[in-house]
């Protein structure tokens, strides 16, 4: 008799949550049509309305924080940003963190119900920056993820555009190897589970990025954000400054943040709280329990 196998995307976390000796909760996948036409998509972790929205970074998707709410345990949202994982693509290519704040702010105000511990990596805290800035109500403490405004662009984006010169793989195997190349993701079998699921098979039986960002980054991308670049960092210092939320910032050792970065950002923000971790620039991925750990924090001074 052949033994049935799990197809789901949730398939890897009683494996996951075992590692961790603590029970699989339940999950679950959302969507949310916008009124433009497209679909923002989720993953709800745990029962009841969430306390916790997390934001990935680009090329990554919601999974990125499995780890995370699963070491949490409290009711988490993870959020496909426009043109990742299972939400569509913008046609105009504007993947700015003022864009996508505001699909966060619609998915925030339908699926919560009191303001959110907000976390953001990379471009996914550059993301819960506006919103935290421009929707103070629905955010009660914020925390970035080894990314500040004006980040170095010759320490961090060059990197992600060397990686995605190439968008199509004979197998994930090879997915895998790159990305191991690269410093991306965790152990072994931590990147095969977020290969699986940032790829796609082709019908010709190729393997492809599932995200539009490795479509564009390097090419249209660059070409149509050139002339932002400068006033898009200007107006993120405005935003970050003018966050009334609790704010901290988490390095990673080895992140793309460089001290420079950091001083800046200090400098901007005085009363924020800064704490560096032994990780690289996906904390969510090789550290997860540093991050838990600082969300549970949050939560208990919000008295959940």
């Known amino acids: 008799m052949a033994v049935a196998q799990d197809t789901s995307e949730f398939r890897y976390l009683p494996a996951q949550a075992q590692r961790f000796g603590i029970p699989v909760p339940s999950a679950r996948r959302i969507a949310l049509a916008l009124p433009d ?3 923002l998509s989720a993953l709800h972790f745990g029962d009841g309305a969430p306390e916790v929205t997390l934001l990935h970074g680009a090329g990554l998707n919601a999974h990125t924080w499995d780890s995370v709410a699963l070491l949490l345990g409290r009711p988490a949202l993870m959020i496909d940003l426009a043109g990742h994982g299972d939400s ?12 996508l704040a505001g699909d966060v702010v619609a998915a925030i105000e339908e699926w919560t119900d009191e303001p959110q511990v907000l976390i953001g990596h990379s471009l996914g805290g550059l993301t819960a920056t506006v919103v935290a800035a421009r929707h103070p109500e629905l955010v009660a403490e914020l925390i970035l993820v080894d990314i500040v405004p ?3 662009t010759d320490a961090a984006p060059a990197v992600l555009r060397e990686f995605y010169q190439v968008t199509e793989f004979d197998s994930r195997d090879d997915v895998v190897a790159r990305a191991e190349k690269f410093g ?6 931590d990147t095969e589970r977020g290969v699986f699921f940032n ?16 479509q564009i980054i390097g090419h249209a991308f660059d070409a149509l954000n050139a002339a932002k670049r400068a006033s898009t960092a200007a107006d993120l210092w405005s935003d970050i400054t003018g966050v009334t939320a609790p704010l901290t910032l988490v390095r990673g050792s080895h992140g793309f943040l460089q001290d420079a970065d950091v001083a800046e950002f200090s400098r901007q923000v005085p009363s924020a709280t ?3 971790v032994d990780a690289g620039h996906n904390i969510q991925e090789t550290d997860p329990a540093s991050l838990a750990s600082l969300a549970a924090d949050a939560l208990s001074r919000t008295s959940r």
Not at 88 to 99: E, F, K, Q, V
């Open 274 to 276: 800064v704490t560096t």
């Open 184 to 189: 991306f993701g965790g152990a072994r079998e």
């Open 199 to 214: 790829t796609r098979v082709r019908e010709d039986g190729r393997i492809e990025w599932k995200h539009h960002f490795a």
């Open 37 to 39: 036409g497209r679909s």
């Open 150 to 152: 004006g980040l170095d």
């Open 88 to 99: 569509s693509w913008r046609a105009d290519l504007d993947y700015s963190p003022a864009a």
